[in-house]
């Protein structure tokens, strides 16, 4: 019944900042206890998690991306934000945003997805 769509970036330039935002119907991202993450393909690769916020507005990040992430929400818009800096091929992926509860997801068997969205860095 929920349901989440990503935004489309439009064009992505290498060293320039990806922002993607996730809009979500049919379900606040405030409801007690629910997650609300960034997953993203690669092509030819697996799932990769990159980080979440939490319900009450808590950001958790992967290791390997904390450096150039960042996560926010506007509640008033039933709304959250993915944000990834220096840019480069290599973050060429389809971008998903998911809602679970647990915290951590590296598979589509658990919680609710968006349809996903090309996102290709090249100049």
């Known amino acids: 019944q929920v349901q989440l769509r990503e935004s489309d970036p439009g064009l992505v330039k290498p060293s320039q900042t990806l922002s993607l935002t996730c809009t979500v119907s049919g379900g606040s991202i405030t409801t007690k206890s629910y997650y609300w993450s960034w997953i993203r393909q690669p092509p030819g690769k697996g799932l990769e998690w990159m980080g979440a916020i939490s319900y009450s507005g808590i950001t958790y990040y992967s290791p390997s991306l904390k450096s150039r992430t960042s996560i926010s929400r506007d509640t008033s818009k039933n709304q959250f934000t993915l944000q990834l800096s220096s840019v480069t091929p290599e973050d060429t992926a389809v971008y998903y945003c998911?809602?679970?509860?647990?915290?951590?997801?590296?598979?589509?068997?658990?919680?609710?997805w968006g349809q996903g969205i090309q996102v290709t860095v090249s100049s």
């Open positions: 998911v809602r679970a509860t647990r915290v951590v997801v590296t598979a589509t068997d658990f919680g609710s």
